[in-house]
Nanobody, 122 residues
Framework: QVQLVESGGGLVQAGGSLRLSCAASGGTFSSGAMGWFRQAPGKERQFVAAFSYTSGSTYYADSVKGRFTISRTNAKSAVYLQMNSLKPEDTAVYYC???????????????WGQGTQVTVSS
């Protein structure tokens, strides 16, 4: 059974960078989509970025466009989220997830990692 494990979160000052990793154990992904979502306390889970294996396209939330970059390994066993110019409002638990096809709604993602905390101090 495929599992997703995130890593790379932490505490960083505003303007700094972090790189999140999402490793797939027990399998690889060659179709569908891999996405990153985030959830701050008291708020709904929010789309951040996604990569579609079907189309090869990447997608970003407006709030992170130009600052975050999603990428994957050629082996299709890991997905990364490079986060630059971080802001305090980026503070949240970040999750990677897999879906059968790209969607901005978290409800259509069927496999989730455990999440990694990102805290950006002002």
């Amino acid at each position: 059974q495929v599992q997703l494990v995130e890593s790379g979160g932490g505490l960083v000052q505003a303007g700094g960078s972090l790189r999140l990793s999402c490793a797939a154990s027990g399998g690889t992904f060659s179709s569908g989509a891999m996405g990153w979502f985030r959830q701050a306390p008291g708020k709904e889970r929010q789309f951040v970025a996604a990569f579609s294996y079907t189309s090869g396209s990447t997608y970003y939330a407006d709030s992170v466009k130009g600052r975050f970059t999603i990428s994957r390994t050629n082996a299709k066993s890991a997905v990364y989220l490079q986060m630059n110019s971080l802001k305090p409002e980026d503070t949240a638990v970040y999750y990677c997830a897999a879906a059968r096809q790209f969607d901005r709604s978290w409800k259509n993602y069927v496999l989730w990692g455990q999440g990694t905390q990102v805290t950006v101090s002002s």
